[in-house]
């Protein structure tokens, strides 16, 4: 499901059976669906979406639509960047979410999983991050663990922030371009805690992951994510927690990366980490 700004999705698929013996599908594809050939960037984001979740399925058997110039797709009451069809193992995305890694690889957990739920545990802890889950994606996979009582609250410093770039080598040759910065957030005590995070003048959702790239300390680019579940806050002993943020290489007019040397930064809160330099390749 999308809405302005923020990601999820919702999945529904129903058949029509007599007597068992011949089943017909009373949920059409949406009006104006079109079938594609996945991209390159779409074996990245199956890899990811795989490694995440620990399972593994066919990437071959998905049969791909898209809705071209929609920002969203309509599915009973609701507007959806995209929808995984059970029967036939389809998946249908709205055309302004067609590379949209994160809502992607949350089709692509469905497929995965071949269930239409959001269960917490695959959705917000296992692939925190790597899908998008808000809004009714949240709500459907429950509410969050409370912390045990007397956890620390503590500051984004008290958490160790690493920054990666995956694929490493990043060439524009392999994925379509396609990339990712991984930002990693891990709880070094040996105990659970509670981080506070700052808001950005956001009055209730926290600033969790962020990166910043650049080639020195004007020209750079980045972005955050907010803090949609409150389980994102809450580390338990040793854990680590990750967020990819996607990017390409190409024309920085279309808001791509050059090839080039750069430096980048992870985020957790406003603590941030070392820098990392790194090459984008032809
Ligand atoms: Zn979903």
Known sequence: MTFPGRRGAIT???LFCVLGVACTEVLALPPGSQSFDPPPEYRLWWSMTEACSGLRGSFADIDWYVVPGAAVI???SRELGGEWFEQGN?????GADQFEG?????EMLHTLLRASGHPRFEFLERCAGVV??????IRDAGPPPTPPAGTPLVSPSAIDVSVEILPAPTRASDFGGYFTCVVTAHNPANHAVVVQLPS?????LGVAFEYEIGTDSINKVGTWDFAYDSEEKF???GETKQEPFDLVIGDPLQGRLAPGQYVARGYFGDHRSAPISFTLSQ
């Not at 389809?90 to 709205?94: D, G």
């Not at 950005?200 to 209730?204: C, T």
């Open 235 to 237: 580390f338990g002993p």
């Open 102 to 106: 994160s809502l992607v690889r949350h």
């Open 132 to 137: 998008v889950c808000a809004d009714e994606c």
């Open 90 to 94: 389809r998946i249908v995305l709205a």
């Open 200 to 204: 950005y003048g956001n009055g209730k």
């Open 74 to 76: 309509p599915a009973d």
């Open 12 to 14: 529904i698929c129903a």
